[in-house]
């Protein structure tokens, strides 16, 4: 089963949860209005960030910048381990000022990062997380400052690590054909672009090419546009162009097309949307 509303607003200026269960529905792709720390202690067969779909080995970090589309699987009825830091960026940029450019790797919604960790960095961080815990959901001087010093070590960990691009050998099977038809789309997301379309283009039976995208992406190809075109209109309204603007940028047929898909994937009108970013970038 797929959520309704794949875009996530999260209010706190940083939150950190550990979770141990067993999963039995899965969060289809989506985008957050901030940066996620993931740390997988689960093996995770298809994993989508942004444009491209592979597999993620436990003890891997993942760096999801916000506004980034993604999509973690996992196997249903099985236990899956992570801890998910969610860092408001803008509220730590106000805070470090100049020092800012330290927290660039998690800023670029075309740059998500995966960072295989070594044992010992992993069990390093495993510790600092879980000191973490017990105290995040207080915002006194004292914990605000356990947080940075936490974001500080994790900085320290991908400088040292490097933030890499995902290796060709994470990319097994028929995720090489999903990740050419999710360059097809990107390529066309401007314009927006059909099930038929593709199947043309690679010379297949669109209900293949349906079927295959839904095995390793885990939600339709039509659903996934629309997420992608919504995303970057969000990004173009937070930079400040009109509703207008935007409508037009992204090529949709008449603003009525363009209220009903934004207020359906992300719960808010366009307008609304704007207005909340600019006030909130005034706070």
């Known amino acids: ?150 974001l500080s070590y994790l900085t320290e960990l991908v400088q040292e690590v490097g933030q890499k691009n995902v290796e060709p050998a994470l990319v097994v099977g028929s995720q090489k054909k999903v990740n050419e038809v999710i360059a097809y789309i990107q390529e066309n997301i401007m314009e927006g672009v059909t099930v038929e379309e593709i199947a043309n283009h690679f010379y297949l039976n669109k209900d293949y090419v349906s079927r295959l995208f839904a095995k390793h992406v885990h939600t339709t190809i039509g659903r996934y546009v629309a997420i992608q075109r919504i995303t970057i209109a969000q990004r173009l309204l937070r930079s400040g162009k009109t509703v207008q603007e935007v409508q037009e940028m992204m090529k949709y047929s008449s603003y009525a097309h363009f209220f009903k898909t934004f207020r359906k994937l992300t719960g808010i009108s366009p307008s609304q949307y704007r207005n909340q970013y600019m006030i909130n970038s005034k706070e």
């Not at 039995?24 to 985008?31: K, Q």
């Not at 196997?75 to 100049?98: G, P, T």
């Not at 001087?141 to 936490?150: D, G, N, Q």
């Open 1 to 150: 089963m797929e959520r309704n509303t794949p875009y996530f607003a999260v209010n706190e200026p940083y939150e950190l949860v550990y979770r141990d269960n067993v999963v039995t529905n899965t969060v289809s792709a989506h985008t957050h209005n901030v940066a996620e720390i993931y740390l997988t202690m689960t093996d995770l067969p298809d994993v989508l960030l942004n444009d491209m779909v592979f597999q993620v080995p436990r003890g891997t970090l993942i760096i999801i910048p916000p506004f980034c589309v993604h999509q973690l699987f996992h196997l249903e009825n099985q236990e899956y381990k992570r801890y998910i830091l969610n860092v408001d960026v803008c509220w730590v940029e106000s805070v470090l000022l100049e020092n800012a450019m330290d927290i660039e790797y998690m800023k670029n919604a075309d740059s998500p990062g995966v960072i295989p960790l070594a044992p010992n960095q992993l069990l390093e961080l495993m510790i600092r997380l879980n000191q973490f815990l017990p105290i995040q959901g207080e915002h006194d001087m004292k914990t605000i400052a356990a947080f940075f010093e936490l």
